[in-house]
């Protein structure tokens, strides 16, 4: 008897397995998929893409084809003490107690990089302490058929308590006294169920829950309905901007009326924020379809189009200016162009048409200076580099760039942005008119600086307050004082117009404190990567 009961109390422990998507090797596109449970063989896939979705598959595939989790299956998060949702305590700390409670349920936890994917079969508080979590499945309810205490008492016969009471040999008559009838309570199992009792309904929105009692009653119902609708919205597969905004702009409607209501000056501060995201939200919408907002002229289609895209643009040049490997504005335009070939790996393509189309002196030269230096390496010699033609190019790599574990590189932009960067930087510099008009490499520097620099109209600067002459001049490795003539080709090219040099200080005498104001042609706004407001 003692083994049957401890064989019913003894709880398997849940099921666990990962799905991951590795490296084959440095430098290489193609990558391994790979699942812990044993009869499932590795794959090489040819890219990240493609494995990811592979992987993504080969997941489902084992939720579509595997068992339920089990109601009696004790929670595989608590088995491995919880690590990946409570943080190890210190020497001098105490551990964060948890229990483990609800449903048991099959939960899918993955990392934000998309590199691997676990499954656990845990309770249901383990499965919501996980910020990436989603559940897969849920087990059934307990059975609760089995006869429980009312129902086995229901199910015993109930002596029968005759109606007359008993004969006793004292009693002088002889005769049977009558008794009452002994009436029995129904059992609990066949009473009446209660009704249930009804729960207030409470949300949840912006990590603050919202009061049952909140009153007016619409506005507890709205403040629920955004919490609601903001979650469903973070489980989208694409962003949708106007969708964002709108949920922003009536975010910050109800939470000014809750403010008003509560008097609370947090609340207020929520809503003024909530207020400028969905105004935020709605400017990079506009943008991204090509839109003007209100009362503002027609959008420029522009090269690129999201402002993400923009500030990638920004963070190259800014690099380049502050990691250039040689002094001069030729250099610094090979550097420039060489960074957005190779800035997400490290390694890319090269032909001799695209240094020859640059506005080099001696564009061999400063290829054999880059990699002396040690900042460029190719496969083979310089003159094979320049006499190489499409279909057949030239491997260059750039050691500072290449990520490693350590070291993730420079930028963060992925492997389909760097293309379109490097495509519209090709466009600014071979611009039609520069090369006609025989512009310099300082003089494409400063269209490349300007382009990254103005408004959403063309005005240059922040707010249309002009660029300051420092920054332009190492933008483009040059002399502040030899800034003024560059201004002159690039007005004569129908790139500026209204440019004047002008003090920020009347008092000045550096160069330091003088802007540069006007704006760009309307020819070249489709080029630019305005500043947003």
């Not at 379809?289 to 522009?302: D, K, N």
């Not at 006499?387 to 190019?393: F, G, I, L, Q």
Request: glycine share 8%; with cysteine.
């Amino acid at each position: 008897m003692g083994v049957e009961a401890h064989a019913t109390n003894e709880r398997v422990t849940g099921r666990t397995w990962t799905v991951r998507l590795d490296p084959v090797g440095r430098g290489r596109a193609d990558v391994r998929v790979s699942c812990s449970r044993p009869a499932c063989a590795a794959q090489v896939l040819p890219s990240a893409a493609v494995g990811r979705t592979a992987a993504v598959e080969h997941l489902k595939a084992h939720l579509r084809a595997g068992p339920a989790p089990r109601p009696s299956a004790y929670c595989a998060c608590r088995a491995a003490e919880c690590h990946t949702h409570i943080r190890p305590a210190g020497p001098r700390e105490r551990p964060a107690p948890w229990r483990c409670g609800g449903a048991v349920v099959l939960a899918v936890v993955t990392d934000r990089e998309g590199r691997w994917w676990q499954v656990m079969e845990c309770c249901s508080r383990c499965a919501a302490a996980h910020p990436t979590a989603k559940i897969a499945a849920t087990a059934p309810a307990p059975d609760r058929t089995a006869p429980t205490g009312a129902s086995r008492a229901a199910a015993v016969p109930v002596p029968t308590v005759s109606a007359v009471g008993p004969h006793f040999s004292h009693t002088a008559s002889g005769a049977s006294g009558a008794a009452a009838p002994h009436e029995v309570p129904a059992p609990r199992s066949e009473r009446p169920p209660r009704p249930a009792r009804q729960r207030a309904r409470r949300g949840r929105i912006a990590q603050r829950f919202v009061p049952h009692d909140l009153r007016p009653v619409a506005l507890r119902d709205e403040l629920t309905e955004l919490g609601e609708l903001f979650r469903a919205y973070q489980q989208r597969a694409e962003p949708d901007l106007a969708v964002l905004a709108d949920l922003h702009a009536r975010k910050a409607t109800a939470f000014s009326a809750w403010a008003e209501v509560t008097a609370d000056t947090g609340l207020r501060l929520d809503a003024q924020r909530a207020e400028q995201a969905a105004a935020t939200a709605r400017l990079q919408h506009l943008h991204r379809i090509g839109e003007a907002p209100e009362g503002e002229e027609p959008a420029v289609a522009r090269l690129l189009t999201a402002p993400a895209q923009w500030d990638h643009a920004r963070a190259v040049l800014t690099h380049v200016a502050d990691h250039a490997p040689l002094p001069g504005p030729e250099a610094r335009l090979l550097v420039v162009m060489l960074t957005l070939r190779t800035a997400q790996s490290g390694t890319g393509n090269l032909v001799g048409q695209d240094l020859k189309g640059l506005p080099l002196a001696e564009p061999e030269h400063l290829v054999e200076q880059l990699v002396e230096c040690g900042w460029l390496e190719i496969a083979g010699s310089v003159d094979e580099l320049i006499a190489s033609r499409p279909e057949n190019p030239t491997r260059v790599g750039v050691p500072s760039l290449t990520p490693d574990e350590s070291d993730p590189g420079p930028f963060t932009f992925g492997r389909k942005m760097r293309p379109k960067l490097s495509g519209w930087a090709q466009r600014v510099v071979g611009e039609k008119k520069l090369r006609k008009g025989k512009t310099t490499a300082d003089a494409r520097l400063l269209a490349l600086a300007l382009a990254t620099g103005v408004t959403a109209d063309g005005r240059l600067g922040p707010g249309g307050e002009g660029l300051g002459v420092a920054a332009l001049s190492s933008r483009c490795a040059i002399a502040p004082d030899d800034l003024g003539e560059l201004v002159d080709r690039l007005t004569a090219a129908d790139w500026l117009t209204e440019a004047v040099l002008t003090d920020a200080d009347a008092d000045a005498d550096t160069a330091t404190d003088t802007v540069l104001t006007g704006r760009l042609t309307e020819r070249v706004l489709p080029l630019t990567c305005p500043l947003l407001p």
